[in-house]
Protein backbone atom coordinates (compact mmCIF):
# COMPACT_ATOMS: atom_id res chain seq x y z
CA UNK A 1 0.00 0.00 0.00
CA UNK A 2 1.26 2.87 -0.88
CA UNK A 3 -0.49 5.05 1.18
CA UNK A 4 -1.90 7.22 -1.78
CA UNK A 5 -5.46 6.47 -2.54
CA UNK A 6 -8.07 7.02 -5.43
CA UNK A 7 -11.66 6.85 -5.78
CA UNK A 8 -13.47 5.25 -7.39
CA UNK A 9 -11.55 2.05 -8.70
CA UNK A 10 -13.64 1.89 -11.71
CA UNK A 11 -15.96 4.12 -13.87
CA UNK A 12 -18.34 3.28 -16.96
CA UNK A 13 -19.60 6.11 -18.44
CA UNK A 14 -21.16 7.50 -22.25
CA UNK A 15 -19.67 9.44 -24.61
CA UNK A 16 -20.41 13.04 -23.80
CA UNK A 17 -20.32 12.85 -20.45
CA UNK A 18 -18.48 14.19 -17.66
CA UNK A 19 -16.61 12.64 -14.49
CA UNK A 20 -14.51 13.20 -11.76
CA UNK A 21 -11.78 11.81 -10.30
CA UNK A 22 -10.11 11.87 -6.79
CA UNK A 23 -7.08 11.89 -5.93
CA UNK A 24 -5.63 11.79 -1.78
CA UNK A 25 -2.28 11.72 -1.19
CA UNK A 26 0.35 10.23 1.29
CA UNK A 27 0.54 12.16 4.40
CA UNK A 28 2.71 14.78 3.94
CA UNK A 29 2.75 15.09 0.21
CA UNK A 30 2.50 18.07 -1.35
CA UNK A 31 3.19 17.50 -5.16
CA UNK A 32 0.68 15.62 -7.05
CA UNK A 33 0.96 14.14 -10.44
CA UNK A 34 -1.75 12.89 -12.69
CA UNK A 35 -1.11 10.07 -15.25
CA UNK A 36 -3.19 8.74 -18.04
CA UNK A 37 -2.24 5.07 -19.09
CA UNK A 38 -3.79 4.12 -22.42
CA UNK A 39 -2.80 1.21 -24.89
CA UNK A 40 -1.74 3.02 -27.56
CA UNK A 41 -0.41 6.17 -25.43
CA UNK A 42 1.56 4.23 -22.85
CA UNK A 43 1.78 6.02 -19.51
CA UNK A 44 1.73 10.07 -19.88
CA UNK A 45 2.10 12.61 -17.62
CA UNK A 46 -0.80 15.01 -17.86
CA UNK A 47 -0.39 17.46 -14.93
CA UNK A 48 1.21 18.43 -11.47
CA UNK A 49 0.19 20.45 -8.33
CA UNK A 50 2.38 21.36 -5.62
CA UNK A 51 0.97 22.93 -2.56
CA UNK A 52 -2.65 23.97 -4.29
CA UNK A 53 -0.81 25.68 -7.53
CA UNK A 54 -0.70 24.00 -11.06
CA UNK A 55 3.33 23.42 -11.66
CA UNK A 56 3.63 21.82 -14.78
CA UNK A 57 1.14 20.38 -17.61
CA UNK A 58 2.12 17.00 -19.94
CA UNK A 59 0.01 16.10 -22.94
CA UNK A 60 -3.86 17.33 -20.97
CA UNK A 61 -6.41 17.50 -23.66
CA UNK A 62 -8.56 20.98 -23.17
CA UNK A 63 -11.61 18.92 -22.05
CA UNK A 64 -9.63 17.87 -18.94
CA UNK A 65 -8.79 19.79 -16.14
CA UNK A 66 -7.71 19.48 -12.37
CA UNK A 67 -7.36 21.19 -9.25
CA UNK A 68 -5.76 20.61 -5.76
CA UNK A 69 -7.41 21.35 -2.79
CA UNK A 70 -6.10 23.41 0.93
CA UNK A 71 -6.63 19.93 2.13
CA UNK A 72 -4.00 18.77 -0.28
CA UNK A 73 -6.08 15.81 -2.26
CA UNK A 74 -7.00 16.33 -6.05
CA UNK A 75 -9.95 15.94 -8.19
CA UNK A 76 -8.98 15.78 -12.38
CA UNK A 77 -12.11 16.02 -14.21
CA UNK A 78 -12.50 14.55 -17.70
CA UNK A 79 -15.64 16.41 -19.87
CA UNK A 80 -17.22 15.62 -23.51
CA UNK A 81 -15.45 12.05 -22.50
CA UNK A 82 -15.11 9.95 -26.05
CA UNK A 83 -14.16 6.42 -26.69
CA UNK A 84 -10.47 7.52 -26.58
CA UNK A 85 -10.55 8.22 -23.26
CA UNK A 86 -10.77 4.84 -21.68
CA UNK A 87 -7.72 4.28 -20.14
CA UNK A 88 -6.21 3.76 -16.15
CA UNK A 89 -5.56 7.13 -14.63
CA UNK A 90 -3.38 7.30 -11.74
CA UNK A 91 -2.50 9.68 -9.66
CA UNK A 92 1.01 9.71 -7.75
CA UNK A 93 2.17 12.05 -4.92
CA UNK A 94 5.38 13.09 -3.54
CA UNK A 95 7.32 15.22 -0.87
CA UNK A 96 7.71 17.38 -3.70
CA UNK A 97 10.70 19.58 -2.05
CA UNK A 98 13.63 17.55 -1.72
CA UNK A 99 16.21 16.24 -4.49
CA UNK A 100 15.95 12.66 -3.52
CA UNK A 101 11.98 12.70 -4.23
CA UNK A 102 10.16 9.43 -5.25
CA UNK A 103 6.84 9.23 -6.58
CA UNK A 104 4.51 6.95 -5.09
CA UNK A 105 1.51 6.05 -7.27
CA UNK A 106 -2.34 5.21 -6.41
CA UNK A 107 -3.99 2.19 -7.39
CA UNK A 108 -5.65 3.97 -10.46
CA UNK A 109 -8.82 4.64 -11.54
CA UNK A 110 -10.31 2.41 -14.73
CA UNK A 111 -12.31 5.17 -16.60
CA UNK A 112 -14.78 2.84 -19.59
CA UNK A 113 -16.13 5.53 -22.50
CA UNK A 114 -18.65 3.58 -24.13
CA UNK B 1 12.21 17.22 -23.84
CA UNK B 2 13.63 13.80 -22.52
CA UNK B 3 13.03 10.64 -24.18
CA UNK B 4 13.03 6.73 -22.82
CA UNK B 5 13.41 3.80 -25.12
CA UNK B 6 12.66 0.24 -23.85
CA UNK B 7 13.32 -1.73 -27.08
CA UNK B 8 12.19 -5.49 -25.71
CA UNK B 9 8.73 -5.39 -25.45
CA UNK B 10 8.63 -9.07 -23.81
CA UNK B 11 11.18 -11.10 -22.23
CA UNK B 12 10.96 -14.74 -20.83
CA UNK B 13 13.34 -15.72 -17.73
CA UNK B 14 12.95 -19.29 -15.82
CA UNK B 15 12.93 -19.14 -11.93
CA UNK B 16 16.17 -18.78 -10.42
CA UNK B 17 17.92 -17.54 -13.54
CA UNK B 18 19.03 -13.96 -14.02
CA UNK B 19 17.33 -11.40 -16.61
CA UNK B 20 18.43 -8.07 -17.67
CA UNK B 21 16.11 -5.58 -18.74
CA UNK B 22 17.50 -2.56 -21.47
CA UNK B 23 16.72 0.95 -20.86
CA UNK B 24 18.05 3.48 -22.72
CA UNK B 25 17.12 7.52 -22.50
CA UNK B 26 17.75 10.73 -24.48
CA UNK B 27 18.23 13.83 -22.66
CA UNK B 28 21.24 17.21 -22.60
CA UNK B 29 20.68 17.59 -18.48
CA UNK B 30 23.96 16.47 -16.59
CA UNK B 31 21.92 15.68 -13.20
CA UNK B 32 18.64 13.57 -13.54
CA UNK B 33 17.19 10.57 -11.52
CA UNK B 34 16.21 7.27 -13.31
CA UNK B 35 14.16 4.66 -11.96
CA UNK B 36 12.03 1.31 -12.68
CA UNK B 37 8.75 0.71 -11.86
CA UNK B 38 6.74 -2.82 -11.93
CA UNK B 39 3.48 -3.35 -12.73
CA UNK B 40 1.76 -6.13 -11.86
CA UNK B 41 -1.57 -7.72 -13.04
CA UNK B 42 -3.18 -5.61 -10.35
CA UNK B 43 -2.41 -2.35 -11.95
CA UNK B 44 -0.58 -0.82 -9.44
CA UNK B 45 2.83 1.08 -9.87
CA UNK B 46 5.57 -0.28 -7.52
CA UNK B 47 8.99 1.32 -7.09
CA UNK B 48 11.93 -1.48 -7.51
CA UNK B 49 14.60 0.95 -7.52
CA UNK B 50 16.27 4.42 -8.19
CA UNK B 51 19.26 5.84 -9.10
CA UNK B 52 21.05 9.37 -9.29
CA UNK B 53 22.97 10.29 -12.26
CA UNK B 54 25.61 12.05 -10.08
CA UNK B 55 26.25 8.98 -8.17
CA UNK B 56 28.54 6.51 -10.00
CA UNK B 57 27.48 3.45 -7.93
CA UNK B 58 25.04 1.57 -9.39
CA UNK B 59 22.22 1.00 -7.03
CA UNK B 60 21.23 -2.39 -5.35
CA UNK B 61 17.90 -3.75 -3.65
CA UNK B 62 17.97 -7.03 -2.82
CA UNK B 63 17.75 -9.09 -5.88
CA UNK B 64 17.45 -5.99 -8.42
CA UNK B 65 20.81 -3.80 -9.34
CA UNK B 66 20.88 -1.55 -12.68
CA UNK B 67 24.25 -0.82 -14.89
CA UNK B 68 24.17 2.56 -15.22
CA UNK B 69 26.22 3.85 -17.79
CA UNK B 70 25.96 7.66 -17.99
CA UNK B 71 28.20 7.97 -20.99
CA UNK B 72 26.22 5.31 -23.06
CA UNK B 73 22.95 7.06 -21.60
CA UNK B 74 21.76 3.22 -20.57
CA UNK B 75 19.88 2.54 -17.71
CA UNK B 76 19.67 -1.11 -17.13
CA UNK B 77 17.65 -3.87 -15.18
CA UNK B 78 19.05 -6.54 -13.52
CA UNK B 79 16.89 -9.55 -11.53
CA UNK B 80 18.51 -12.24 -10.05
CA UNK B 81 17.36 -15.33 -8.61
CA UNK B 82 14.04 -14.79 -10.23
CA UNK B 83 10.48 -15.49 -8.65
CA UNK B 84 7.28 -16.10 -10.08
CA UNK B 85 5.96 -13.14 -8.45
CA UNK B 86 8.72 -10.93 -10.27
CA UNK B 87 5.98 -11.07 -13.45
CA UNK B 88 5.14 -8.01 -14.65
CA UNK B 89 5.42 -5.09 -16.50
CA UNK B 90 8.59 -3.01 -15.76
CA UNK B 91 8.34 0.59 -16.88
CA UNK B 92 11.91 3.13 -16.87
CA UNK B 93 11.09 6.47 -15.76
CA UNK B 94 13.63 9.70 -16.03
CA UNK B 95 13.02 12.57 -13.77
CA UNK B 96 14.86 15.81 -13.84
CA UNK B 97 16.46 17.00 -10.60
CA UNK B 98 13.74 19.66 -10.56
CA UNK B 99 11.12 22.06 -12.26
CA UNK B 100 11.90 25.91 -12.71
CA UNK B 101 10.85 26.84 -9.47
CA UNK B 102 12.71 24.12 -7.52
CA UNK B 103 10.21 20.98 -6.48
CA UNK B 104 10.62 17.52 -8.21
CA UNK B 105 9.90 17.49 -11.26
CA UNK B 106 7.50 14.62 -13.54
CA UNK B 107 8.76 11.12 -14.51
CA UNK B 108 9.43 10.47 -18.38
CA UNK B 109 8.34 6.69 -19.08
CA UNK B 110 9.49 4.30 -21.48
CA UNK B 111 6.86 1.80 -23.28
CA UNK B 112 7.47 -0.71 -20.51
CA UNK B 113 9.16 -4.31 -20.78
CA UNK B 114 6.50 -7.47 -20.16
CA UNK B 115 8.81 -10.25 -18.19
CA UNK B 116 7.15 -13.85 -18.21
CA UNK B 117 8.66 -15.79 -15.58
CA UNK B 118 8.30 -19.69 -15.93
CA UNK B 119 9.24 -23.12 -14.11
Not at chain 1, 2 to 9: E, N
Not at chain 1, 57 to 76: C, M, T, V, Y
Request: with cysteine.
Amino acid sequence: DSGVTQTPKHLITATGQRVTLRCSPRSGDLSVYWYQQSLDQGLQFLIQYYNGEERAKGNILERFSAQQFPDLHSELNLSSLELGDSALYFCASSAGTTLTDTQYFGPGTRLTVL
Amino acid sequence: AQTVTQSQPEMSVQEAETVTLSCTYDTSESDYYLFWYKQPPSRQMILVIRQEAYKQQNATENRFSVNFQKAAKSFSLKISDSQLGDAAMYFCAYRSLQDLYGTASKLTFGTGTRLQVTL
